[in-house]
């Protein structure tokens, strides 16, 4: 064969493999949900022109569903300064949603497996040793509360996942270790599967300078959130070393500090001195039937099949909205971030969250006296007849809060 034609038979090869490559990779886009599809091909486009400077990582199982997904698709993973990047830290057991979108969009997936005993996993730190010098203690001081700590689940005769939590942080540890991820990125977001992202997360405002990380508002229980946090690269593993300093130092029982998840954390990071500031809430915790074993606190209405797992957390404020105060004020800024978060009305189970969009929403419309509106999120109190709007503008920078007695009048 001459060399013309060797040539010419290598290109067509070439060819069909690139034309092979472009369906196969068409085929998986497709195969996304309309929203998900959408995000990916924003963020491919974004990755051709540059390098993401940004990682965020969703820890835990696999929950939320495809639609709480696109709000992080839509709502976080872009910023101004370029997309971030996704990573999931997630048990190796995708039964309950087979072909979620995640698995397509992130570009790390580690897996971590479950255990019958989560004793065996804490052996995983540091050898066994803890067994004999922290499980007995961590055993008197379940007596000692009275059996109100529930710092120490899932080990056995324990309730509450505080030992899961700090693990999946250990696992991540050995991950971002093992792959060299910390160096490629100037900050993270460590999050869970099943935020559900009413409006921006303009993470890559707040300031991380002077040991500075982020949690959102709420959710404290007498110390600091453990669902949500956004820190610099060099505070990232002191930020993310919880599980080492509970079994690899003396224990003694000390209710402010062993009590929940929450205060352990924030001891530990006031240990190593850590910054800690807060931002408007921007998400709630929500779930599918597919999540079983949740108690749902409130179905979101406009959005079927998803509720909101936990009621405090749904509802940002307690009790009723002083109609003179917040909602007449310039959006809530912190830390250079500004807040679309809507404010609660009631605490109950009657209060649903709106969700509508522009064109199909007159009462977003009236109140905006015909301004063209993105995206429309209202929370709605059907026996007060009372409703607030958050309205984003196109740019999805600012955020002007509305609110009108009897919307239907």
Not at 189 to 210: A, G, Q
Not at 315 to 336: A, I, K, N
């Amino acid at each position: 064969m001459s060399t013309y034609k060797r040539m010419k038979t290598y290109s067509l090869i070439a060819q069909r493999w690139m034309l092979l490559g472009i369906i196969v990779a068409s085929f998986r886009i497709f195969m996304l949900s309309p929203g998900a599809w959408v995000a990916q091909m924003s963020i491919q486009n974004e990755r051709i022109l540059r390098t993401n400077k940004a990682l965020v990582i969703l820890m835990g199982n696999l929950r939320g569903g495809e639609k709480a997904w696109e709000t992080l698709y839509a709502n976080v993973l872009p910023q101004d300064s370029g997309s971030a990047d996704l990573a999931l830290i997630v048990q190796d057991n995708f039964t309950n949603y087979p072909n979620a979108s995640l698995l397509n969009m992130a570009k790390y997936v580690w897996t971590f497996p479950g255990f019958d005993d989560w004793a065996d996993a804490l052996d995983l730190v540091n050898g066994t040793e803890w067994r004999e010098t922290h499980l007995p203690k961590f055993r008197a001081a379940l007596v000692e509360s009275k059996g109100s700590t529930i710092l120490f689940g899932p080990l056995k005769g324990f309730a509450g996942s505080g030992m899961l939590i700090f693990m999946i942080r250990w696992f991540l540890v050995e991950h971002l270790k093992e792959h060299d991820i910390v160096n490629k990125y100037d900050r993270f977001v460590i999050t869970r599967t099943d935020h559900f992202y009413f409006c921006r997360h303009e993470f890559s405002k707040l300031d991380l300078r002077d040991n500075t990380i982020w949690v959102p508002e709420g959710e404290e229980w007498g110390g600091y959130t453990d669902r949500h946090l956004v820190v610099g690269r060099e505070n990232l593993f002191d930020a993310l070393d919880i599980m080492p300093q509970l079994i690899g130092k003396p224990f003694e029982y000390d209710e402010s500090k062993h009590h929940n998840t929450e205060r352990f954390i924030k001891f530990v990071w006031m240990s190593k001195s850590l910054n800690v500031k807060k931002f408007p809430r921007v998400m709630f915790t929500c779930g599918t039937d597919f999540d079983a074993g949740w108690r749902k606190a409130a179905w979101v209405s406009g959005i079927p099949g998803v509720f909101a797992k936990y009621k405090d957390e749904f509802f940002l404020d307690g009790g009723d909205v002083d109609l003179g105060s917040e909602v007449s004020q310039s959006p809530r800024v912190s830390g250079g971030l500004t807040s679309c978060r809507p404010i609660s009305i009631l605490r109950e189970p009657s209060v649903w969250v709106e969700f509508c969009e522009a064109p199909c929403c007159a009462h977003c419309e009236d109140i905006q006296r015909g301004t063209a509106i993105d995206q429309c999120y209202g929370i709605l109190s059907i026996n007060r007849a009372v409703i607030v709007h958050t309205q984003l503008s196109s740019s999805y920078k600012n955020s002007v809060v509305h609110q009108t007695l009897d919307p239907w009048a």
